[in-house]
C-alpha cells in the first residue's frame, strides 16, 4: 500500500489498541504503543531509499527482506526497545505486542496488491501478489479516514475500528469475488488461455488484464465482466545470441525479468547501436507500456548503457539513457 494508507494504518491500529485494558488503563502505555503502531506500519518500507542507489538495487530488493519473516520478527523487537527507552514507563510486553501486529499488518496487507512481497523469506524468494488492491485504494484510505473522525468527535475507538475492520473485511472479499469473476471473464473472451494477469486500478469496477495463449500475448481492459482487448502481440522466443545473451546480464534487464512475469522483447538498430528492450505488458497506460528494461550496445556487444523503471515517453527515456537516435 502506499504511505499515506500505512500511516492511517497505523493510528486505526492504535485505537482499536484501546481494547487492551492495560493499554487504556495506562496513558505512558498507550502513547508509546500509538508510536509503536505507527511508525511499526512504516518501517517495512525503510527500503524504499534504496531507489537512491538506482533502479536496478530497487526494483531487485523493494518489499524483499524487509517484508520478510525475520524482518517482521526483528522489527517490533528493535521499534519497542527504542520507544521503550523513550516510555520507560510503559508496559514493555504490550508495547512490543502491538508494535508487532502494526508490522504485520503493513506486510499483510501489501501481499494483496499486484506488486507483492517477499513475505516468505526466507521460506522461499517467491513474489507472493495476490492482485486485487490497487497500491492506494480509494475505498480502504477513505474508509479509515472517516474512522479516524468519528474516533475525534468522540466515539468509542475500539467499537468504531471494529466496525471499520468488518466493513473492510467484506470488501476485500469482494474484491476477490471479483477478481475471480474477471478471470472467468477473460478464459471466455479469448479461447486457450493459459496465463491470466488481472490488476486492479483506483476504479472498484476497472481492472488492467494481461492473458497469454500459446501463440499471442493479449492486453486489454476489464470493467466488470466486460472484457476490451486493446493490443495483440505474436509471441516469439527470444534469439539465442550473443547480443541477447550479453543484455541479459547487464543488472538492469537481469532486476526487471526478476520481477516482471509477463513481459515481450524487442532489438532494435540506430546506426551502430542496438537497442535490446523488454516491455512489461502489465501495466498498459494511455496506449503506452511504461514499464521497461532498455540496453543499448555497440557493434562489439559491449553495453554502453541502461536503464530499468516506469518511463511515460521516449524522449524522456532517451534522457535516462543519455543517448540520441538522431
Not at 18 to 41: E, K, L, N, R, Y
Not at 248 to 266: G, I, Q, T
Request: hydrophobic share 45%; glycine share 6%; proline share 5%.
Amino acid at each position: 500500500m502506499d504511505t499515506g494508507t500505512h500511516i492511517v494504518m497505523g493510528i486505526a491500529l492504535g485505537g482499536l489498541a484501546m481494547a487492551d485494558p492495560v493499554v487504556a488503563t495506562h496513558p505512558a502505555t498507550w502513547t508509546a504503543v500509538m508510536t509503536g503502531t505507527i511508525i511499526g506500519s512504516q518501517i517495512p518500507d525503510i527500503d524504499t531509499v534504496l531507489k537512491l542507489r538506482d533502479n536496478a538495487v530497487y526494483i531487485r530488493h523493494h518489499r524483499g527482506i524487509t517484508h520478510s519473516v525475520p524482518a517482521v520478527l526483528s522489527w517490533p523487537i528493535l521499534l519497542s526497545g527504542a520507544i521503550y527507552l523513550i516510555f520507560p514507563e510503559a508496559n514493555l510486553l504490550h508495547l512490543w505486542l502491538w508494535t508487532f501486529l502494526a508490522v504485520f499488518l503493513h506486510v499483510f496487507v501489501d501481499i494483496f496488491n499486484s506488486y507483492g512481497t517477499q513475505a516468505l523469506r526466507p521460506f522461499s524468494n517467491h513474489w507472493v501478489a495476490l492482485g486485487v488492491i490497487n497500491t492506494f485504494d480509494p475505498i480502504i484510505f477513505g474508509a479509515h479516514v472517516v474512522a479516524l473522525m468519528i474516533w475525534a468527535f468522540g466515539a468509542d475507538p475500539v467499537w468504531t475500528m471494529s466496525i471499520l475492520y468488518a466493513i473492510l473485511f467484506f470488501y476485500y472479499v469482494s474484491r476477490f469475488a471479483l477478481q475471480s469473476a474477471i478471470k472467468q471473464a477473460i478464459r471466455n473472451t479469448i479461447p486457450g488461455t493459459n496465463d491470466v494477469f488481472v490488476a486492479p486500478t483506483m476504479r472498484y469496477f476497472q481492472w488492467r488484464i494481461a492473458a497469454d495463449t500459446d501463440r499471442h500475448h493479449y492486453v486489454g481492459q476489464a470493467y466488470g465482466r466486460s472484457i476490451n482487448i486493446y493490443d495483440k502481440f505474436l509471441k516469439k522466443p527470444m534469439p539465442e545470441n550473443d547480443l541477447i545473451q550479453t543484455a541479459m546480464k547487464d543488472k538492469n534487464l537481469d532486476a526487471f525479468v526478476s520481477f516482471s512475469p509477463l513481459y515481450r522483447w524487442e532489438i532494435n538498430q540506430y546506426g551502430e547501436i542496438y537497442e535490446v528492450r523488454l516491455i512489461d505488458l502489465r501495466y498498459r497506460s494511455n496506449d503506452y507500456y511504461p514499464f521497461v528494461a532498455v540496453a543499448h550496445l555497440d557493434e562489439d556487444h559491449n553495453i554502453l548503457n541502461s536503464y530499468t523503471g516506469w518511463i511515460f515517453s521516449e524522449d524522456k527515456l532517451r534522457k535516462k539513457l543519455d543517448f540520441s537516435h538522431n
